[in-house]
């Protein structure tokens, strides 16, 4: 009797921490920024966005995050960044937004924006775009078969 309880409560612990890995994602994704002002500003904005971890580097312009998947998703992290001036695969920073970038923090724009799904001569339909941006919901994924990484990660 021992034996098939030590049995059924190892097999619960097993299943209880994998279902909480599951939940936890990891992503990279390229942000555009230039200096350590733009790193500690992308980092501090992905996290306030939910991810669990954040790091950017300034010479690669890549962000690793972590994030638990059932708050959170890669599109709201990259919306959030962009939000705050810093272009990404997803999303494109308003003119005003980037403007707000204090001088040295200015970027070339379009490098990080060409990369983003809606640039794809197959994602340029109305049914990947809604008012200039990727639809949040990737439909373009689901209708026109968008063959960018950004567009059709499934959060």
């Known amino acids: 009797m021992k034996t098939i309880l030590s049995f059924l409560l190892s097999c619960s612990l097993i299943f209880v921490s994998a279902t909480a890995s599951a939940q936890t994602k990891k992503e990279t994704f390229k942000v555009a920024g230039e200096c350590g002002m733009c ?4 980092e501090a904005t992905a996290k ?3 991810a669990t971890s954040a790091s950017w580097n300034t010479d690669s312009k890549v962000l690793s995050v972590s994030y638990n998947s059932k708050s959170t998703s890669a599109a709201k992290i990259q919306e959030a960044i962009a939000a705050v001036g810093y272009d990404t695969p997803g999303f494109k920073a308003t003119d005003e937004s980037y403007s707000k970038l204090h001088s040295c923090c200015k970027y070339e724009r379009g490098a990080a924006a060409a990369a983003s799904c809606c640039d794809s001569e197959k994602c340029k339909g109305s049914a990947c775009m809604t008012d200039g941006h ?3 919901d990737q439909s373009c994924c689901k209708d026109s ?3 960018q990484k950004a567009c059709c990660t499934k959060d």
């Open 134 to 136: 990727c639809k949040k």
């Open 145 to 147: 078969g968008c063959d």
């Open 48 to 50: 306030k966005a939910g």
């Open 39 to 42: 790193q500690k500003k992308i």
